[in-house]
């Protein structure tokens, strides 16, 4: 008996110590990827880029995850029915030059994060423009100010990125303490934080998704007509507005009017991250954070549009 106890204690030592080793070894290969454009969506990356969860960070992300089944995709797919649902939902504008995304990525490797980033954005052009609509994509970086309280603090620009993500859900956490933690510590906290806000109201789980379905729906909804009313717009105060043809000659003089429209609209967007882009010394990217960049951006779309106007 007490070879047989012997036995199973070493087996369990040796099951604990694989459980570790591995789970050292699986939080060593996850990635972060956020997603922000007024709804706030984290993707939690396996190392084989398949998605482990998608996290609504704030109010605009839970509408836009209730029925979305992200958990298992390929990031590139998850991405992809991501953007879908932000067009459909009007957070995309069809028929804005206003649109801008900020991605950043978090990974222990400096080579995979540029790696997620680039993918990120390739991905999300890729796919923005196929549904005929544009987009200012904006990698994220850290400011100056947020590089030197890393180097004080003695940790990593991605653990301060973390921090940062914390603390703008929970402003009870200190920098100071929380660089005491790990990289995946923070990003627990992270997940626990989003998932106690929830559990803390008072509707039911069911319930809740049920009124995130019918908000979703009222989003949508909206954003059609909005959108219908447009079209109708842009064709009674074209040149081309007659009472008399027919629908289909109708329908082909507005979808030439939407072409046109856009084809203005895609060019507005290169203007303005061209002009970003030169007046951040060709590197704002990395050395500018988002409410800079957002901030720049609209500042030279009202100086663009005064410009045109006179």
Same mark, same amino acid.
């Given at each position: 008996?007490?070879?047989?106890?012997?036995?199973?204690?070493?087996?369990?030592?040796?099951?604990?110590?694989?459980?570790?080793?591995?789970?050292?070894?699986?939080?060593?290969?996850?990635?972060?990827?956020?997603?922000?454009?007024?709804?706030?969506?984290?993707?939690?990356? %396996?190392?084989?880029?398949?998605?482990?969860?998608? #996290?609504?960070?704030?109010?605009?992300?839970?509408?836009?995850?209730?029925?979305?089944?992200?958990?298992?995709?390929?990031?590139?797919?998850?991405?992809?029915?991501?953007?879908?649902?932000? #067009?459909?939902?009007?957070? #995309?504008?069809?028929?804005?030059?206003?649109?801008?995304?900020?991605?950043?990525?978090?990974?222990?490797?400096?080579?995979?994060?540029?790696?997620?980033?680039? $993918?990120? /954005?390739?991905?999300?052009?890729?796919?923005?423009?196929?549904?005929?609509?544009?987009?200012?994509?904006?990698?994220?970086?850290?400011?100056?100010?947020?590089?030197?309280?890393?180097?004080? $603090?003695?940790?990593?620009?991605?653990?301060?990125?973390?921090?940062?993500?914390?603390?703008?859900?929970?402003?009870?956490?200190?920098?100071?303490?929380?660089?005491?933690?790990?990289?995946?510590?923070?990003?627990?906290?992270?997940?626990?934080?989003?998932?106690? %806000?929830?559990?803390?109201?008072?509707?039911?789980?069911?319930?809740?998704?049920?009124?995130?379905?019918?908000?979703?729906?009222?989003?949508?909804?909206?954003?059609?007509?909005?959108?219908?009313?447009?079209?109708?717009?842009?064709?009674?105060?074209?040149?081309?507005?007659?009472?008399?043809?027919?629908?289909?000659?109708?329908?082909? /003089?507005?979808?030439?009017? /939407?072409?046109?429209?856009?084809?203005? /609209?895609?060019?507005?967007?290169?203007?303005?991250?061209?002009?970003?882009?030169?007046?951040?010394?060709?590197?704002?990217?990395?050395?500018?954070?988002?409410?800079?960049?957002?901030?720049?951006?609209?500042?030279?779309?009202?100086?663009?549009?005064?410009?045109?106007?006179?």
């Amino acid at each position: 008996m007490k070879v047989i106890r012997c036995i199973s204690a070493i087996v369990i030592i040796l099951v604990i110590i694989a459980f570790t080793i591995y789970a050292f070894y699986y939080n060593k290969n996850i990635n972060y990827v956020t997603i922000d454009i007024n709804p706030s969506v984290e993707f939690v990356l %396996r190392k084989d880029d398949k998605v482990l969860n998608a #996290i609504a960070l704030n109010e605009d992300a839970n509408f836009l995850l209730v029925d979305l089944d992200l958990n298992g995709m390929q990031y590139k797919e998850a991405l992809k029915t991501l953007v879908e649902a932000l #067009i459909l939902m009007g957070y #995309i504008d069809e028929f804005s030059d206003e649109n801008s995304v900020l991605v950043t990525a978090y990974s222990n490797k400096d080579s995979n994060n540029s790696r997620l980033t680039d $993918l990120t /954005i390739s991905t999300l052009k890729e796919h923005i423009e196929y549904k005929e609509a544009y987009c200012l994509l904006v990698a994220n970086g850290l400011t100056e100010t947020q590089k030197t309280e890393a180097r004080m $603090l003695n940790i990593s620009n991605e653990k301060m990125l973390f921090i940062e993500r914390l603390i703008n859900l929970d402003d009870s956490y200190t920098k100071n303490n929380l660089s005491k933690k790990t990289l995946f510590e923070i990003q627990k906290m992270i997940n626990k934080t989003v998932k106690d %806000r929830e559990n803390n109201k008072s509707t039911s789980n069911s319930i809740r998704d049920g009124i995130w379905r019918i908000g979703k729906a009222k989003i949508i909804q909206d954003f059609q007509i909005k959108c219908n009313q447009h079209r109708e717009d842009l064709y009674l105060n074209s040149q081309f507005y007659n009472e008399e043809i027919t629908n289909e000659e109708k329908q082909a /003089i507005l979808n030439s009017l /939407i072409n046109g429209e856009k084809d203005q /609209i895609k060019l507005k967007i290169k203007e303005y991250s061209d002009r970003l882009i030169e007046q951040n010394n060709n590197n704002f990217v990395e050395e500018k954070n988002y409410a800079v960049i957002k901030n720049n951006y609209e500042q030279i779309r009202n100086e663009l549009k005064r410009s045109n106007n006179n």
